[in-house]
């Protein structure tokens, strides 16, 4: 099922669709796609999404939880536009949790290693 809806109403309307994929190409869920209008979309489960606008220029932002915002200019013809996959990035706030996690497991095994040697040390006196 793909998440859809009416971001502008009248006859002068068509479809914008696409799916919203990570670097691997596997579709993200719960993605939000917003117009500058502030009509807004979330991803289906597989990272698919229509939102309906009027022909002409627009602005989609791209966001979620745990990846970049992304903006893109899209030009949306009488019948609409269909976009194909848009590759996101993970956002930095995970890959700084990822390098604070990995920096606090090396410091541990450090610290683990220092009193083992200690220890060790002060056992052959």
Known sequence: MTA???????D????????VVDGDGTGL???TVAMENGSSVITDGLGDFVIMCSPGEHTLTFSGPGIQTR???????DTGLAMGPVLT???SSTS???MTAALIGAGLVVTVLVVFFLLKAKRKK
């Open 12 to 19: 002068d309307v068509a479809p914008v669709s696409g799916k």
């Open 89 to 91: 990035f993970e956002s």
């Open 96 to 98: 700084n949790f990822m």
């Open 29 to 31: 869920s719960g993605i």
């Open 4 to 10: 859809t809806v009416a971001a502008e109403t009248g």
């Open 71 to 77: 903006e893109m200019m899209i030009n949306v013809g």
